[in-house]
């Protein structure tokens, strides 16, 4: 049960990253970390969703390497 007063809460993107990382672990149970967090289990299921969704983070390195052909003399 919520007991909250139905305020929006907000939460960054790290928040959000972190408690979808909760229900990641094997035996997690999504409803368990919602709860604890003071969540419905839905927000949590879709931040999980939304983070599959966005694209990996670019490294700093190019993800490959330009080849470069030398001419035989």
Not at 3 to 22: L, M, N, P, Q, V
Not at 33 to 44: F, K, N, S
Not at 67 to 72: E, G, K, Y
């Amino acid at each position: 049960m919520i007991t909250e007063t139905g305020r929006r809460r907000w939460f960054s993107k790290d928040d959000k990253a972190r408690i979808a990382e909760e229900t990641l672990v094997p035996g997690a149970v999504v409803s368990e970390i919602a709860r604890r967090h003071g969540l419905t289990p839905q927000q949590v299921f879709t931040w999980r969703r939304q983070a599959r969704r966005q694209p990996a983070p670019v490294a700093d390195d190019p993800p490959f390497v330009p080849a470069v052909v030398d001419a035989m003399a």
